[in-house]
């Protein structure tokens, strides 16, 4: 899907990548995060977005997080639109001015308050700053909206999307339901993208999008197509257990998609704390999903030939 007329001039619709960040000896590595950059657009995504909550955004101060855009701006090179995601609090409209400076395409507001007056003056403050930039707002913990206070955050003309971080069918249903049609709806968990999917999401955002972009293609195109029963199958060979995987035990969310990184060779540094290295028995279970992974697509390429 080519990123053209959309929103503020940015299309957010499609396939989302993000752009994970690499750490080496502490220091963010903005080489090996401008190659992963690159291999995901050189795989297709449609969207990619630098500092986003797996990219342990909660951890990158603000100088690392522009680093961070300038490396993943240079290396997407104009083939698809960057995302910059940032905490909505009182630096992000000083942020967003920056963001837009260097060239960022939209931004996706990660929520630090439950109060939806807060984030409403946040979205003021952030488009006034940032008047060229799409605005995307990441509806999760700790906020949690009802179908009026959406409407009240849709009085801001620059919020363009939602990427759903509840993983309530019911909820995301009742807020779609909210002026239809204005807003591009992303799914933000790959396991859940059957449901949310059924339910109009526009976009998906898959963190397996990091080392197999292919993979969230293909999930797609069956989707588009309604082969659920083949849709089903992928999504088992690989979002499922992968997902299981990531939150069996805490702080190893970041690490296991890391681990499937480096299991396709590429470089994803490491990780900072609170996240942990993976156990000897949990990085051979990554890797070998990574393998059936790359066994299921092959048997998916079979069938379409």
Not at 11 to 21: T, V, Y
Not at 255 to 280: I, N, T
């Amino acid at each position: 899907m080519p990123w053209g007329p959309g929103f503020l001039g940015v299309e957010l619709q499609g396939l989302w990548g993000f752009a994970l960040s690499p750490f080496a000896h502490g220091e963010l590595d903005c080489d090996a995060l401008a190659a992963g950059a690159a291999f995901q657009v050189a795989g297709g995504v449609d969207v990619l977005c630098c500092c986003g909550a797996i990219a342990q955004a909660d951890v990158l101060a603000a100088a690392e997080r522009e680093s961070a855009l300038a490396a993943v701006l240079a290396a997407a090179a104009g083939r698809a639109p960057v995302v910059l995601a940032l905490p909505a609090d009182g630096a992000a409209a000083a942020t967003a001015r920056r963001a837009a400076a260097l060239g960022a395409h939209a931004l996706l507001l990660i929520p630090v308050s439950e109060h939806v007056e807060a984030l409403a003056q946040t979205l003021a403050d952030v488009a006034a700053a940032a008047p060229d930039l799409a605005l995307a707002l990441y509806h999760r913990p700790p906020l949690r909206l009802t179908p009026d206070a959406l409407a009240r955050l849709c009085e801001h003309a620059s919020l363009a999307a939602v990427k759903d971080g509840h993983r309530d069918a019911r909820l995301y249903r009742q807020l779609r339901a909210v002026e239809p049609g204005r807003l591009t709806w992303i799914v933000a968990y790959e396991d859940l993208l059957l449901p949310f999917g059924a339910l109009g999401a526009e976009a998906f955002s898959p963190v397996s999008a990091s080392y197999a972009p292919a993979y969230g293609r293909a999930c797609l195109a069956l989707l588009a197509r309604g082969d659920l029963a083949a849709l089903r199958s992928l999504l088992a060979a690989h979002a499922y257990p992968m997902m299981d995987l990531r939150f069996s035990r805490p702080h190893i969310d970041v690490a296991s998609v890391k681990a499937a990184q480096r299991a396709c060779g590429l470089d994803a540094g490491q990780e900072r704390p609170p996240q942990v290295p993976l156990s000897v028995a949990e990085t051979a279970r990554a890797e070998r999903l990574v393998a059936d992974l790359g066994d299921a697509l092959a048997a998916l390429s079979e069938v379409a030939a």
